[in-house]
């Protein structure tokens, strides 16, 4: 196992009940400090950040060699582990409501169904109610540097992780249920 300590933040890491300090050297919310601790092994990485700027890591993401998501946890303060079952809400991850009113019909059936927001950090989020039911149940934020997050709704009311990828990689994979057509900046439902 590899840790990347090149930056100056030290961010607290909680394993087995045992704190670690390690320097963060990802900037994964862009608003100039590092709050990402990035952990290379044989199998793919992890990275362990710090939403909430505290100097704790709070979520942890599990990738595979090719950068794929491949688990997600949120740390419990209280019993001291980290939560498999649970991711936080996206609008904890740059501070917008997925639940603004749906402006844009994203399948074509006649009925707005996605809300797009823009952060103060140069996010954009679009929120899509995919069933009807009139609230989201997929969040996409996109960061200002092309980096791409899905979340989808879970039926025990938790958002779970579901994509990643970044605009810029012309080799990535789809991220989530659409994608953006680099040429005309639309959306393209998958």
Known sequence: MHFDEAATELLSITVDGTDHSYEATVDANHDGTDDTVHVDTDHGSYEYTDTDGDGVADTLSQFDPDGHVTGHAVFDAATREWDDTASPEPTTLHGVDPTAAPTIDSNADGVAD???????????????????????????????????????????????????????????????????????????RQ
């Not at 039911?133 to 709704?153: F, L």
């Not at 938790?158 to 994608?179: C, F, I, K, M, Y």
């Open 114 to 188: 996605t809300a797009l927001t823009h952060a103060a950090d140069g996010a954009t989020v679009l929120a899509t109610d995919t069933d009807g039911d009139g609230s989201a149940d997929t969040v996409t934020q996109i960061d200002a540097t092309g980096a791409v997050t899905t979340y989808d709704h879970a039926s025990d009311g938790t958002w779970r992780e579901s994509g990643h990828g970044n605009l810029a990689d012309e080799q990535a994979p789809a991220v989530g249920h659409a994608v953006i057509d680099p040429t005309t900046g639309a959306w393209i």
